[in-house]
């Protein structure tokens, strides 16, 4: 289905941005592998179905949550994984001078496979607010089996979330890893390690030892921030975020052969290279001149532009 006709309204160029900007500035958002379909819930909007469809994700509204109910009216999200990034299309509800009372915009989503969230921030037109957003976030949180369901056999991934999932340490860490991630967001390095740091302590999680040592990294506390980064990759090895930052560190130290090698892994693993150092100076700074830095940013447009499906008017251009 094409997006709403609402969708040219809002300012698609200045989206690509801020796509690199959050692999950048939102540690451990970033998807390892594309969601599985079944029921979400993002307050106050209520409770929608996801469809995923090989990359392909859509989402209906199946009851409401007392604002905005859009139950019975089709598609309210739609998009597909690109680069591990759903982008795609929301409809909120909206109010404001001048602004319709519905209005689709485009998103760039990153679901995290830890607590099986899928977040994303959403740029409403200028002088718009909407009820169902909060903080400019828009957070569909997977909706757990009952117990019954998930069988008797051995532990799950999803069995061990739903299990954790209430308990005062996992909700204690969660709240601490989205404080860091704002502060992040907002510069406030010092703040955010804090802020990590009592996540890991309460819960260790790859997501929060990423976020930690992202800060630390900011601050130039170089030593520190690989040790962070290193207890990351062993709770979640392989995960392209983690051996990008771990890369950066490297580089900045001067070890020029480590870097390449862990930023070899990323493009191995299809991570968005050629994309996200558009948005790391300092990267580019240290590798940006050197041959085979160069071979894999170009390996990874190629990689990008063999496996990029259409999807819809609305979509950034890499």
Known sequence: ???????????????????????LLVPGLAAAAPLASGPFRADPYGQFELVAEGERVSGVQTQSGGTCSQVGKGPVLE?????????GW???????NGCAPEQAYPILAFYNEQDQTLV?????RS?????VLKDKRFILQAIPPERGALGGGGSTLASELASKRGSPKFEQARAEREKGERFYLNKQYKEA?????RSVESEPSWAAYLGLGSSQFKQGQLPAALKSLERAL???????????????????LGNKKRALSLLRQTVDLGYALHTVIEGDP??????GGDREFQELVKRSSEKAASSRTTSGPGTPNP
Request: aromatic share 6%; charged share 15%; hydrophobic share 45%.
């Open 120 to 124: 994303a921030h959403v740029r409403l």
């Open 90 to 96: 929301l409809k909120v509800c909206q109010t404001g």
């Open 282 to 287: 300092d990267l580019l700074s240290q590798l």
């Open 79 to 87: 998009g597909t994984f690109q680069d591990r990034v759903l982008v």
């Open 193 to 197: 390690a804090e802020a990590f740091r």
């Open 234 to 252: 062993q709770l979640q090895p392989k995960n392209p975020d983690i051996l990008y930052m771990m890369g950066s560190v490297h580089a900045q």
């Open 127 to 131: 002088g718009c607010e909407s009820p």
């Open 1 to 23: 289905m094409m997006p709403p006709s609402a969708l040219s309204m809002a300012p698609v160029s200045s989206i690509t941005g801020l796509a690199v900007a959050f692999l």
